[in-house]
């Protein structure tokens, strides 16, 4: 079917592999790509995501620039679901064979709490005052990782071990907190049809508040909708494994402190390791030492560079999804940067906003939707 260059196809006419071309909603540069179906891609300048409705025709390019397209396609990842040069894709199969420590989660949480309501696929129970993501089971592998060495080196009788006590015990506490305490959700609403995104303009950047077709709803900015929980999350930060659940504006507090104190538990431990090495005795004690001065080291590493990118993140007003996706422009402050001290104060002195799901029975949840 002939086009002419420029004319605006609507995407239910458009056919497979017919080549079009948009400009990127975030840096402007041009996107030229085949149609495959997908609602959004990626730009490979930017990697900030642009709508396809927009798009236009245009005249069909050479082999060269349609393998480079095709390359970036591959690399930027089109965020869709099915596409199979979609990272959201191929990180599903990878999760998917973690699927028995989810379906063990599930198993004890219902011996212990009785079957759950779900809201998207969140878990409540107890009419909704306990909210448990579906990779709740996932919690199990920090603190087994955390508890090991711990236990060992306080069985041996080290008195440095004595002291990584209390940072044990805190960042146990957080880690409890930041699983249990719901992350932002926002509530969905009823199916609808379908709308366009809405522009946003804040502080002279203009943004774009995406629809949700999932939660039927158009997504506040910086929130994004969770594929593991099955919800929208306002000021979404990213989905941890390691807690168990998605890290949002009500528990990111929680998060950030479970990372310190169980970084400073590492440390303390590390280096009682190395004491009881020095003083062993014994052969099998030297090589136990040594297990747990490996497992603490790497601990340590990966912990310290967590610790690192959440005060770099914190300092900048971003999000770890915004950081990844580099939603806005390195050369230009983004709207939500207030400054160090500003940013700072703001993460830890802001008050939480009051959840919309918790403590709130399915009848209650359900009513409201149908009633928005």
């Keep these: 079917m002939g086009r ?66 095709i390359a970036d396609m591959a690399v930027c990842s089109v965020n869709t679901p099915g596409n199979p040069f979609s990272r959201t894709e191929q990180a599903k199969q990878f999760a998917q064979s973690f699927d028995w420590i989810c379906q063990w989660g599930d198993t004890v949480e219902s011996y212990l709490f009785g079957k759950p309501y779900r809201y998207g696929k969140l878990k409540m129970y107890f009419g909704g005052y306990l909210v448990l993501s579906p990779s709740s089971g996932f919690v199990a592998i920090p603190l087994f990782l955390i508890l090991t060495p711990f236990f060992l080196l306080l069985i041996s009788g080290e008195p440095l071990a004595t002291h990584t006590t209390l940072a044990t015990m805190m960042g146990l506490v957080f880690l409890a907190l930041a699983h249990v305490t719901e992350p932002g959700v926002i509530e969905k609403q009823q199916p609808r049809e379908p709308q366009s995104d809405r522009t946003v303009v804040t502080d002279g950047h203009v943004l774009i508040s995406k629809w949700c077709r999932t939660c039927h709803l158009h997504r506040p900015l910086r929130s994004s909708h969770c594929s593991i929980c099955d919800v929208c999350v306002k000021t979404f930060d990213h989905h941890c494994h390691v807690s168990g659940t998605c890290v949002g504006p009500r528990n990111m507090t929680y998060f950030v402190f479970f990372i310190f104190f169980t970084t400073i538990a590492d440390v303390l431990g590390l280096f009682a390791a190395v004491g009881l090495y020095k003083d062993a005795k014994s052969g099998t004690v030297q090589f136990l030492c040594t297990i747990v001065i490996a497992w603490t080291a790497l601990g340590v590493l990966a912990l310290c560079s967590m610790l690192v990118s959440i005060i770099r993140l914190m300092c900048k007003g971003l999000t770890t999804r915004e950081m990844m996706r580099r939603v806005y422009r390195s050369d230009v402050r983004h709207p939500f940067d207030k400054g160090v001290l500003r940013n700072i104060s703001s993460f830890f002195l802001n008050p939480r906003d009051k959840s919309n799901i918790w403590g709130r029975p399915p009848a209650d949840l359900e009513a409201a939707s149908c009633a928005a």
């Design 4 to 69: 002419t260059p420029g004319e605006w196809v609507p995407p239910e006419k458009r056919t497979t592999n017919e080549w079009l071309q948009l400009r990127c909603e975030t840096c402007a540069q041009s996107i030229v790509f085949p149609w495959m179906g997908f609602s959004e891609v990626v730009c490979h300048t930017c990697h900030g995501r642009s709508s396809t409705r927009l798009a236009v025709a245009v005249v069909t390019p050479d082999a060269r620039t349609q393998a480079q397209a």
